[in-house]
C-alpha cells in the first residue's frame, strides 16, 4: 500500500475484491461483445447496432476500456482468464484498424494505448506494437499545421470541426509519445508539445477552470474562442474536463519535460478540490455546490484521482507530492463510500452515479466505461505503488 492507514487498506482491499468480481461476471456475460458507453438503470448491454456496425461491433472511443480493465485485473490477481479476454479484444482492435473501422478520431490514443501498447509491453508481441504504431500515424493525420493543434472529431474537412480540439486530447497524447520512443520519429514529440503547449495557452482560463472545447484558425493559427459540449455553459468548467486536465498535464509533463505543465496540472487540481461538494464527489459541472440537485459525475472523480496519484509519483516537491497522495486516496475513499454498489450484484458497472453527457440527457447518473476503468487503476495504484501506468 503507498500508506500506513489501515482503515483505508482495508475499505480499497474489499472495493477492489467487488470490482474484479464485477469484471469477471461481465466477461462471462457478454464474451467478445462490446457494451455501451454507459449502463441504463446500472446494467450494460452490448452496444447498439449502428448504420454498418452490427450489435456489441468494436465501434466509438470507449471499447478500450473494457480491456483496459482485463488488464488491471490481471495484474491485481495473477489469474491468466482476464489476460488472455484482453488478448481477444486487442486482436479485434488490430482488425478495427486495418479495416479502416471509425478511425476519425482523436481518441485513437484513449483506445490503441490500452487495447494495442499495454498488450505489447505486457507480452513483447511484435504484432500489437505494429498495431500501436499503425494507430498513432493514423492520429498524427489530424495535425494541423499552423495551429499545431490535433483536431478532435469528425472529418479534417467538416466546418463544423475544423480546428476544433477537446481538454479530453490530453489523454490521447501518450500513445504519441510512445510512438515517438519506438520509432524515434521527431515528429510525434513536436506533435505532443505544440499541442499541450496551445491548450495549456489556450483551454485554460485565468481563475485555473477550463473550456471543453476550444478553436483555432487553421490557416493562421489564431485561437478563436471557447465552448462546450458537454458542460453546463460555455463559461463554466465541466468536472470530467477539469479531471483530464489533471491527469493529462501530468502525464505530458512527464513526457516532455515541460513544468509548465506540471504547474498546469496543479492548477486544475486546485481548481477541481476547491469546487467540490462535502462529500467529494463532484457536481457533473463544477458551477454546482452543495445543496443543488444537479446530478454527480463519479467519473470525474476516478480521473482526478488517477492524475492525482500521478502528481504523487512525478512531482519533485516531496511536500506537494504528499499532498496529491492524500486527496487521491480521499478521492477514492469517497467514490468507495458514495459510488461503489452496495451490492455488486445489483449492477454491472464498479461504480454508479456517473454523466455522460447531461445536454444531451445520455448516461445520466448511471455507471460509465471510463469511470469503472480509473475507479480500477485508482485502486491498482493505491494497492501496488510499484505499478507501471499504462499512459
Known amino acids: 500500500m503507498t500508506s500506513t492507514t489501515p482503515a483505508l487498506d482495508a475499505r480499497v482491499a474489499a472495493a477492489l475484491a467487488d470490482a474484479v468480481a464485477v469484471v469477471r461476471r461481465n466477461i462471462d456475460t457478454f464474451g467478445d461483445a462490446y457494451v455501451d458507453d454507459t449502463t441504463r438503470d446500472n446494467r450494460y448491454a452490448p452496444r447498439p447496432a449502428h448504420g454498418q456496425f452490427a450489435a456489441g461491433q468494436n465501434r466509438g472511443w470507449t471499447t478500450s476500456f473494457v480491456p483496459g480493465m482485463h488488464w488491471l485485473a490481471w495484474e491485481l ?19 478495427r484498424l486495418l479495416a479502416d473501422e471509425d478511425l476519425d478520431t482523436h481518441d485513437l490514443g484513449f483506445l490503441y494505448t490500452l487495447a494495442a501498447v499495454v498488450p505489447w509491453r505486457k507480452t513483447g508481441d511484435e504484432r500489437w506494437r505494429a498495431a500501436g504504431i499503425g494507430a498513432a500515424e493514423r492520429l498524427m493525420t489530424r495535425f494541423l499545421e499552423p495551429a499545431g493543434i490535433i483536431q478532435a472529431w469528425g472529418d479534417l474537412s467538416d466546418p463544423e470541426q475544423r480546428g476544433r480540439t477537446i481538454i479530453d486530447s490530453l489523454m490521447n497524447m501518450p500513445l504519441l509519445t510512445w510512438a515517438g520512443e519506438q520509432t524515434g520519429d521527431p515528429r510525434y514529440a513536436d506533435a505532443v508539445r505544440r499541442h499541450t503547449a496551445q491548450l495549456r495557452d489556450n483551454i485554460m482560463r485565468a481563475d485555473d477552470s477550463t473550456f471543453h472545447t476550444f478553436y483555432w484558425d487553421v490557416e493562421t493559427g489564431e485561437p478563436l474562442r471557447g465552448g462546450t459540449e458537454q458542460g453546463a455553459f460555455d463559461d463554466s468548467c465541466w468536472a470530467r474536463g477539469e479531471a483530464w486536465g489533471v491527469y493529462g498535464f501530468a502525464l505530458n509533463y512527464e513526457a516532455t519535460g515541460d513544468e509548465t505543465l506540471l504547474e498546469a496540472a496543479w492548477r486544475c487540481a486546485e481548481y477541481f478540490l476547491a469546487h467540490l461538494p462535502a462529500d467529494r464527489i463532484p457536481y457533473w459541472d463544477l458551477v454546482y455546490t452543495d445543496g443543488s440537485d444537479a446530478p454527480r459525475d463519479s467519473s470525474a472523480a476516478a480521473i482526478a484521482a488517477c492524475g492525482l496519484y500521478e502528481l504523487a509519483a512525478c512531482d519533485p516537491d516531496p511536500s506537494r507530492a504528499a499532498r496529491a497522495r492524500r486527496e487521491a486516496d480521499a478521492l477514492l475513499d469517497a467514490l468507495i463510500a458514495g459510488a461503489r454498489p452496495a451490492d455488486p450484484d445489483d449492477a454491472d458497472a464498479l461504480i454508479l452515479h456517473g454523466v455522460y453527457d447531461l445536454p444531451k440527457r445520455t448516461g445520466v447518473d448511471e455507471g460509465t466505461l471510463w469511470g469503472d476503468y480509473f475507479y480500477l487503476e485508482a485502486i491498482t495504484r493505491r494497492t501496488n505503488a510499484a505499478w507501471e501506468r499504462y499512459w
Do not use: I, K, M, P
Request: proline residues 0%.
Open 77 to 95: 490477481t495473477g489469474d491468466d482468464a482476464f489476460r488472455d479476454q484482453a488478448l481477444r479484444h486487442a486482436a479485434d482492435f488490430e482488425r
